[in-house]
């Protein structure tokens, strides 16, 4: 049985991409590392999946910061690993009170490098056992669209104010991770490369050269999908038919990412599922950055 790791899936998109998934394909096992696991065995979500699914699950006690709880999730997952799944994300304060002190000051996370810094552990763990494995396991990132000069210039002007302005620590980490993932591909010319530059990266998150101290070429460009979401909701899925997909970046019309405004996370996980289950009309994404929107 197929194996599908999970990092950062409590809820949002990646518990989406995990529950559809698991109920679209039976012969999957699914194992999420999370904080308190018991906070999702309680929550409504979790309850309303199916037996099956449930016995197919396993929730893993782990913080991606903690490089013994990433080996650990790699040791239980074994060698039928196929996929990780990172979407660890930021989660805005609740209240109006803290939002609109968080919104004035651009959204701080602590600490600065959240999602960064648990994508190098995860890399560096992954390294280390990476040619034990027959299968390579492929990668699926959730970042966010408009990640860089380039693509940041190809967004809605609106969306390009909002993420400068509003968005702008989360977002400063999420550059952070993209090139993290980008110093980590073997060289190839065949796939797009969009990655944000280098010298985009905060000093207030990382710096260029401490991500190469710890970060070698090692996977292979067709073997990742950087999933670039634009605004996320929380509405409820509209399905395939309803959002759009662009390779984000290129600067050609059909990835202007004109009208592309907003997504809700159910779709974004619908859409990961789709690539994770095999379904013939988007494993063309592997390799890419793709946007998605309605």
């Avoid at 651009?106 to 995860?122: A, T």
């Avoid at 998150?205 to 292979?220: E, H, Q, R």
């Avoid at 988007?282 to 998605?292: A, N, R």
Wanted: hydrophobic share 40%.
């Amino acid at each position: 049985m197929s194996t599908v790791a999970y990092i950062g899936a409590s809820r949002g998109v990646g518990f989406a991409a995990y529950a559809d998934l698991a109920a679209a394909r039976h012969n999957i096992r699914s194992v999420l590392m999370l904080r308190r696991p018991d906070v999702l065995k309680d929550s409504p979500s979790y309850l309303s999946l199916d037996a099956t699914i449930k016995e197919r699950t396993t929730l893993l006690m782990g913080d991606a910061h903690n490089s013994d709880s990433v080996k650990g999730l790699l040791d239980e997952c074994g060698p039928d690993l196929k996929v990780i799944v990172f979407s660890i994300g930021f989660t805005p304060p609740s209240g109006f009170l803290a939002a609109t002190k968080a919104i004035a000051k651009g959204f701080p996370i602590d600490p600065p490098d959240l999602c960064s810094r648990g994508f190098i552990i995860l890399l560096q763990a992954l390294q280390q056992r990476h040619d034990s494995y027959a299968s390579k396991p492929k990668i699926v990132l959730v970042s966010s669209m408009g990640m860089g000069k380039v693509a940041h210039g190809t967004i809605p002007f609106a969306l390009r104010l909002l993420y400068t302005t509003v968005l702008e620590h989360p977002h400063a980490d999420k550059i952070a991770m993209e090139v993290t993932l980008s110093k980590a591909l073997l060289p190839s010319s065949s796939y797009p490369h969009f990655f944000p530059s280098p010298s985009e990266i905060s000093p207030m998150v990382t710096t260029a050269g401490d991500i190469d101290a710890v970060i070698s070429p090692f996977i292979a460009p067709q073997d990742v999908c950087v999933v670039r979401p634009a605004l996320l909701t929380d509405d409820a899925a509209k399905g395939k038919e309803k959002y759009r997909i662009i390779q984000e970046g290129t600067g050609r019309e059909e990835s202007s990412g004109k009208g592309m405004y907003s997504i809700s996370r159910k779709d974004v996980g619908g859409f990961i599922a789709r690539l994770l289950g095999g379904d013939d009309d988007v494993q063309k994404w592997w390799g890419c950055q793709p946007v998605l929107a309605y």
